[in-house]
């Protein structure tokens, strides 16, 4: 190791020897190929140097250089300057066109040493090459053409005509080469354009570029160039059609999916990003129908769809890119609502006749109904009908027009309005249906006549009552309405006993009251007959007849009147008595009517008589006078008798007659002027067969009166009695008939007086009622039925004397 580095150090002593004898000693030159092989002769040293092969040992000739490598050694054998290391020119001398190696040749015995250069001769070992593999240049498509673009230059480490000569471009139709000699600086190369590029049909265009040099055979080299096409906004977004259609049904929920609108821009980067949006034609904002969001296209519904508003929608849309200069694009959308059945029938009445007359003939047109439905289709079919049973129907006009007739009879009495529903049903699924009220008034004509509550009406008027007063007021009823029930009431004359009734009644035509015109007397007038009319203002009018039965009433207004022999006004009568007479002996009997009727003429008879005579009585009802008691001495012989005769009326009225009754001793003094005694005969005497006589005679006539007058109210042309049933007659074991129908009833009675009979017929128009019992001027009692209206008190009706 110490060896070594001593021969370094005596080598590093001559190669700085050298290097200062450099301009002392000879130069030799020579030539050689780089990387030629290794032993290749440079050159003969010893020759050049005229030094003997043979002594070439002894001198000790050696190479030496400066350089890292020993590129050359010398072969002491033949002198020969042989190739050691492989040269390679540019390693050596790169970038410089004149290259050579510069060593030392050293002699010893006596040291020289002589200066060799060996010239490096280029050969064409290296191709050209480019600093990149690829290369990447940007081109506007908006480019024109003969634009120039500088292109990277290609390296060949060779020099001269083995460098880089020219340039080849692959074969493209958009490009072409030019390519400049730079005299001693090279050769460069641009890339001319020679047709516009379209980004959107080629964005980039991928060319190679190829460096030649001037070796034989010359190398290559290549350069991967990618000429990006840079977007310009030269083209407006499109969409994928030109008219969109869409249906959507009408009941959709907001945010329900419409359509997605698509639209490309065939730019890139900013402008081919499009943004979407509605255009706003005229009135119609379809942005407040429908919600587009701006980014993806979607459209989506925004507020509820109604078919029946809006069938379709016909909506602009734009697609619009956001270059510098933003380009856009228009679509049509078309979006079609899909009806669903959502709305009822309508019903509108167009016209409607009311009030209708109730006697409108059928087919009476009286309301023109239109049926409408806003959906469409099956949807928008509806059926009409009438609901209920009324006198009404629904005759179909046109499609969904009607009209509403009548279709039975109208009474207005029966029914003045009638709330006629109307039903209209669609055909959807499902259906719907709605209602329509229609009032329909039917108005009033003529057809009712006046009507009075009963056929017959019964009056009761006390006599004596005062002129002008009502006795009665009548009143009718017409169905009918308004100046078809105004009525007017009138009398129709009647005669009762020739006596023409408008001379004592009046009736007002307006209020009905019947008023008395004169004052009644029921001894003279008990009862009447008349009609009243009632007329109502129809055109033509319609009028009724009631039948007024008027029953006075009587008033006691009449005293009781003394019968003969005692009714010589002022007189005194005298009766006589034998002092023999039994207790209970018939003295006299007073006789009294009442021209008042019932309960007024109800006598009873009393006796006024001086304080303690106690020797005669009276009875209260027969009106017979008798001894209490027998005659004692002390009794005087004149015994002077006041008999009070009363009614039953209120106040009672009285009559009195005076009686002196004279006692004498025996019968034969006896002497009476007209005397009714009380003895009953054993035989039948003539007195009883005259009054058996006028019995019989009273009944027949009685009876031929009733047969009358039963034909004669079954004849009648007002027909007011005809509802009454067949008459019965009845005979009593007391002597008296009755005559009675359904509601009527005849009591006849007659007085078993021998000195008169009185007959009472009670009249047949006044029902039964409570039983009473009567008294009849002789004494005798009979009982009889009677009805009044209103269950009034009980009032007696006629009775008077037949003979």
């Not at 009473?772 to 009032?795: A, M, V, W, Y």
């Amino acid at each position: 190791m110490y060896i070594r580095r001593q021969e370094e150090h005596v080598w590093i002593r001559i190669v700085v020897f050298l290097c200062l004898c450099d301009r002392c000693a000879s130069q030799l030159s020579y030539s050689i190929s780089e990387e030629v092989n290794k032993g290749t002769v440079v050159g003969n040293l010893a020759k050049d140097l005229n030094i003997n092969v043979q002594e070439l040992e002894n001198k000790d000739l050696r190479v030496v250089s400066s350089y890292s490598k020993t590129y050359f050694t010398v072969n002491l054998r033949s002198g020969n300057l042989l190739v050691e290391e492989r040269i390679d020119r540019e390693e050596l001398c790169p970038h410089v066109a004149r290259c050579s190696l510069k060593v030392q040749a050293v002699l010893n015995n006596p040291m020289t040493a002589h200066r060799v250069e060996v010239n490096i001769l280029d050969i064409n070992d290296n191709s050209p090459a480019f600093l990149e593999n690829t290369y990447s240049i940007n081109i506007s498509e908006s480019s024109l053409p003969g634009e120039r673009y500088f292109l990277p230059v290609a390296v060949d480490a060779d020099i001269g005509s083995n460098s880089v000569k020219t340039y080849k471009l692959s074969q493209n139709e958009h490009f072409s080469l030019d390519v400049q000699s730079g005299g001693e600086h090279g050769v460069s190369a641009e890339l001319v354009l020679q047709k516009p590029l379209d980004r959107e049909k080629q964005s980039v265009i991928n060319l190679i570029l190829t460096a030649m040099d001037g070796g034989k055979p010359p190398r290559t080299g290549s350069l991967q160039m990618h000429v990006n096409v840079i977007d310009v906004n030269d083209n407006i977004p499109t969409f994928s059609k030109s008219l969109y259609k869409v249906r959507v049904k009408e009941n959709e929920i907001p945010g329900t999916l419409v359509i997605k609108l698509n639209a490309t821009d065939l730019d890139e980067g900013i402008n081919s990003k499009i943004l979407y949006s509605f255009i706003k034609r005229g009135n119609i904002d379809p942005s407040n129908i429908f919600d587009l969001n701006s980014e993806t296209g979607e459209i989506t519904v925004k507020e509820e769809l109604d078919y029946e508003e809006t069938p379709a929608y016909e909506v602009r849309v734009q697609a619009t890119d956001q270059g510098t200069v933003p380009r856009s694009a228009h679509a049509k959308l078309l979006i079609e609502i899909i009806d669903v059945n959502d709305n009822a029938p309508e019903i509108s009445v167009t016209s409607l006749m009311t009030p209708v007359k109730e006697d409108a003939e059928q087919g009476t047109i009286v309301a023109l109904v239109t049926v409408s439905d806003k959906d469409g289709g099956n949807n928008g079919l509806a059926n009409c009908k009438v609901v209920g049973s009324v006198p009404f129907k629904l005759k179909s006009n046109y499609k969904n027009d009607y009209s509403l007739v009548v279709d039975g009879a109208l009474d207005r009495e029966t029914t003045s309005v009638y709330d006629v529903t109307i039903t209209a049903t669609d055909e959807g699924t499902p259906p719907l249906s709605s209602n329509k009220l229609i009032t329909i008034h039917v108005s009033d004509v003529n057809d009712n006549a006046p009507r009075f509550m009963e056929p017959v009406i019964n009056v009761y008027v006390k006599e004596n009552s005062p002129i002008g007063s009502v006795i009665h007021t009548v009143n009718a009823f017409d169905s009918d309405l308004d100046g078809h029930a105004k009525l007017t009431y009138t009398l129709l004359d009647s005669s009762p006993r020739n006596i023409p009734v408008s001379s004592f009644l009046n009736i007002n035509s307006d209020t009905g009251d019947i008023i008395s015109l004169q004052s009644f007397n029921y001894e003279e007038l008990s009862t009447f007959q008349f009609k009243v009319q009632a007329t109502d203002s129809g055109v033509p009018p319609l009028s009724s007849n009631v039948t007024v039965n008027v029953l006075i009433l009587d008033e006691n207004d009449n005293n009781p009147t003394i019968l003969a022999p005692y009714s010589e006004h002022g007189s005194v009568n005298s009766e006589s008595i034998p002092y023999s007479a039994e207790v209970g002996y018939f003295v006299a009997k007073i006789r009294a009517v009442d021209a008042d009727s019932g309960y007024n003429a109800l006598l009873s008879y009393h006796l006024s008589e001086p304080k303690g005579n106690n020797l005669f009585r009276i009875g209260t009802s027969t009106g017979e006078i008798r001894t209490k008691r027998r005659m004692s001495d002390n009794d005087l012989k004149t015994h002077p008798l006041v008999v009070l005769v009363s009614d039953n009326g209120e106040p009672s009225l009285s009559a009195t007659v005076s009686i002196d009754v004279v006692v004498v001793e025996s019968t034969a003094e006896i002497q009476t002027q007209f005397r009714h005694v009380p003895i009953k005969e054993d035989n039948f005497s003539d007195l009883n067969l005259y009054l058996l006589i006028a019995i019989v005679s009273v009944s027949v006539i009685f009876l031929l009166s009733l047969i009358s007058l039963i034909a004669v109210r079954c004849h009648r042309t007002d027909g007011s009695f005809g509802r009454y049933s067949a008459p019965m007659i009845t005979t009593h074991p007391d002597g008296s008939w009755s005559y009675s129908k359904a509601t009527q009833q005849y009591d006849v009675c007659f007085s078993s007086d021998t000195l008169k009979s009185d007959v009472v017929v009670f009249p047949a128009p006044f029902p039964p009622i409570d039983s009473e019992l009567i008294s009849i001027n002789g004494g005798d009692t009979f009982t009889r039925t009677q009805t009044l209206p209103n269950q009034e008190k009980l009032r007696s009706y006629i009775e008077r004397p037949l003979c």
